[in-house]
């Protein structure tokens, strides 16, 4: 469906609809937990909405202009794919000029990938994009959604206290009491509020009694209008080693039929074996064309390609050192990068870089 026919459904809350200074702030429902409901099998799927008022009556409390966007059928968050991070791209910039703001109501399965596609696909960003969801269904009792998307609309409406510009101007995840950068949120848990981590790289908020930014960690507004990107590389893979990997696998991985770009999830710094079947395996990948992107398998540090004999040979064959990158964010760079068609050297140098802060340099 064209993001243009989607309607959009005012909320009624304290801000009246022409008190002018009052942020207008776009709700973005696209599935996840928290809009899920039991069906008759016992197990929890995706529902429309409605009328989120009805279901959160707090909303009435909130001093913004709301509206709300339904996507025509939401999913489970692990439905998610490449084409519905281009659609919701494709949806902000449609109604970028109208809002101050926007959240993203999605699943927590996937959030993590669906911020970091957002990141790169959405170049220039000058307002905030907030995902959020919940662990609970809002129409559960004990529903951590109220305070998801309460504490989400107000990052979305927040500016700086005295030149009244743009606080966040970054694609984020909050979730329970932390506001994580696109490019560095990481699920950590599946039975916990606490879902989300910041992986390598500070929380950009913190919400406790009051909500308080981490000015010196949060993007700078950019100098140039935003530009929406049409085009993701889908032919990428993710190679995860462990001990034992055979050369059938990693042969029928690098070996698949239209394969662009491959997360190679390493050891520690970026090590591998350098047993020659493998480090053949690589060379062979590479000589077809395949960018590999090193990125390591343990949650902390960073990728230093070279430092053990382990993988001494990375850089002669080409590998591309993830540094500090989440898997998450490596596998949403490759498709980017990959989608925009450029030559070796240029791709190289875009995969090397920080594009959106999701390494550190
Ligand atoms: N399976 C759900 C989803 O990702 C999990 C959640 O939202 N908490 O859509």
């Known amino acids: ?13 304290r801000a009246d609809s022409a008190d002018a200074a009052a942020p207008r702030l776009l709700i973005i429902y696209t599935g996840g937990t928290v809009g899920m409901a039991v069906n008759g099998s016992g197990e929890l799927v995706p529902m429309q909405l409605g009328r989120l008022d009805r279901s959160m009556p707090e909303l009435a409390r909130l001093p913004f202009r709301l509206s709300l966007l339904s996507l025509p059928a939401p999913i489970d968050s692990s439905n998610v794919t490449p084409a519905d991070w281009l659609f919701l791209a494709q949806l902000i910039g449609q109604h970028y000029a109208d809002f101050e703001g926007f959240v993203v109501l999605h699943g927590t399965d996937t959030m993590a990938y669906s911020a970091a596609a957002l990141s790169y696909v959405l170049e220039h960003l000058g307002k905030p994009v907030v995902f959020t969801g919940a662990q609970v269904p809002v129409g559960a009792s004990r529903s951590d959604a109220q305070r998801n998307l309460i504490t989400a609309l107000e990052i979305a409406a927040a500016c700086h206290p005295r030149a009244r510009t743009v606080r966040v101007p970054e694609v984020c995840v909050f979730f329970n009491d932390i506001l994580i950068r696109g490019t560095r949120a990481k699920k950590v848990e599946s039975q ?10 500070p929380p950009l908020a913190r919400a406790g ?23 993701l590389e889908t032919g990428v893979a993710v190679l995860r080693l462990f001990p034992g990997i055979t050369e059938a696998v990693v042969g029928a991985t690098l070996g698949i039929a239209g394969l662009r770009g491959c997360v190679l999830e390493t050891y520690g710094s970026g090590n591998a074996p350098t047993a020659p079947w493998f480090l053949r395996c690589l060379a062979e990948a590479r000589q077809r064309g395949v960018w590999l992107l090193n990125v390591s398998q343990c949650e902390e540090g960073r990728v230093v390609q070279g430092k053990y004999e382990t993988s001494a040979r990375f850089a002669e064959l080409g590998i591309v050192g993830g540094d500090d990158i989440t898997t998450e964010a490596a596998v949403t760079k490759l498709m980017f990068v990959l989608g925009l068609g450029l030559g070796e050297q240029p791709t190289r140098e875009l995969l090397m870089q920080s594009l959106r802060g999701e390494i550190t340099s």
């Open 1 to 13: 469906m064209p993001a243009a026919n989607l309607p959009l459904l005012s909320l009624p809350t």
């Open 192 to 201: 916990q509020f606490a879902a989300f981590k910041s992986e390598n790289y």
């Open 209 to 231: 009694i009051s909500l308080d930014f981490d000015d010196k960690s949060i993007r700078l507004l950019p100098g140039a209008p935003l530009k929406v990107h049409t085009t």
